[in-house]
């Protein structure tokens, strides 16, 4: 499928995710969050890496809390050019928003690590945005690459995090797509047939 038909299913998607009410979105991460916490694999994983939310999507930063308070080590991503750089993060971490408005941690350049130094194996996982899903857990991120080639060097689990509006009978995807181990939305935990 063309690079046209994958923008136009992220246009949609995204359309989606913004209508529904703010209300509700956040009724609705409070619930993927709790499914998240209650997972076998989360509660198992020493580390955890998740997105820091930002605009419409699944809300991260009470889940980075929580994961905290469990006890496990927590990363996010920043971006470093057109590369995603890694920084683990404390209860007293502060964030700033970056060129797109994505919260990114306030560390020093030496703080940031390559997904290698993460040493992510495979009992550890990831938290994924989503832009759109769909039945085998095909993803469709933002279109820019950062969590496929991120997600090609890492060991752990990926679970990625979404609302069942961004669901789709069918996705495009090629080779170099990852599917996801898992994904949770407000109804439940999916996981490929």
């Known amino acids: 499928m063309s690079l046209q038909r994958k923008a136009e299913l992220r246009r949609i998607a995204l359309e989606r995710r913004a209508a529904l009410p703010e209300a509700r ?5 409070a619930r993927i969050c709790r499914y998240v916490l209650a997972h076998p694999w989360i509660q ?11 605009g419409t999507e699944v ?6 809390q929580w994961l905290l308070q469990l006890g ?3 990363a996010v991503p920043v971006v470093v050019g057109t590369e995603l750089r890694h920084a683990w993060i404390s209860a007293q971490t502060r964030f700033r928003s970056n060129r797109w408005g ?39 991120g933002y279109g820019r690459g950062y969590y496929d080639r991120f997600l090609s060097l890492v060991a752990a689990r990926r679970i990625g995090l979404a609302f069942s509006v961004q669901a789709f009978d069918m996705l495009p995807h090629g080779a170099h797509d990852l599917t996801l181990d898992a994904l949770i939305t407000e109804e439940g935990i999916l996981y490929p047939p």
């Open 102 to 140: 994505i919260p990114e941690p306030e560390v020093s350049p030496e703080e940031l690590l390559p997904a290698e130094a993460l040493g992510l194996g495979a009992h550890d996982v990831v938290l994924v945005p989503v832009v759109a899903y769909d039945r085998w857990l095909h993803r469709l």
């Open 44 to 54: 198992q994983a020493q580390k955890v890496h998740t997105y820091c939310s930002f």
């Open 59 to 64: 809300e991260t930063h009470t889940l980075c």
């Open 25 to 29: 979105r956040r009724d609705f991460s």
């Open 72 to 74: 496990k080590r927590v």
